[in-house]
């Protein structure tokens, strides 16, 4: 079931610099210890990722709703840039999650990516 999101909350590209004013060492930062870090892949994200989000941290903040990505969904989206930083995410949540192969490898089928995902055995 989709969760009920305003999608510009989701992929809201902001008009100006963020970094001052909510960004790492910001005064938001200092005093929540909480910053903002612009996402540049919005674009890779898997078809209908939204029904896919997990609530984080349900019902601690007022006026805040913290949401994360299928494991599966950040996969794809890391392994679509496929930076070495990207790589070496996905190989650490393969490693805490653990990923499974075959569900990758069907969610790589259901968006259409071209990633490549093989298993070590292949």
Same mark, same amino acid.
């Given at each position: 079931?989709?969760?009920?999101?305003?999608?510009?909350?989701?992929?809201?590209?902001?008009?100006?610099?963020?970094?001052?004013?909510?960004g790492? +060492? %910001?005064?938001?930062? /200092?005093?929540?210890?909480?910053? $903002?870090?612009? @996402?540049?892949? &919005?674009?890779?994200?898997?078809?209908?990722?939204?029904?896919?989000?997990?609530?984080?941290?349900?019902?601690?903040?007022?006026?805040?709703?913290?949401?994360?990505?299928?494991?599966?969904?950040?996969?794809?989206?890391?392994?679509?840039? +496929? %930076?070495?930083?990207? /790589?070496?995410?996905?190989?650490? $949540?393969?490693? @805490?999650?653990? &990923?499974?192969?075959?569900?990758?490898?069907?969610?790589?089928?259901?968006?259409?990516s071209?990633?490549?995902?093989?298993?070590?055995?292949?």
């Open positions: 079931m989709p969760l009920d999101i305003p999608k510009h909350v989701l992929a809201v590209k902001p008009p100006m610099d963020l970094n001052p004013l909510a790492i +060492n %910001s005064p938001l930062h /200092r005093k929540h210890r909480v910053y $903002l870090q612009l @996402v540049t892949v &919005l674009e890779a994200f898997p078809e209908d990722y939204e029904e896919r989000l997990t609530e984080m941290f349900p019902g601690a903040f007022s006026n805040l709703r913290l949401f994360a990505l299928d494991p599966y969904d950040l996969a794809l989206t890391k392994l679509g840039r +496929n %930076s070495q930083r990207d /790589r070496e995410d996905v190989l650490h $949540l393969a490693r @805490v999650v653990p &990923l499974d192969v075959a569900t990758l490898r069907a969610a790589t089928t259901r968006c259409g071209t990633s490549g995902i093989r298993s070590a055995k292949t």
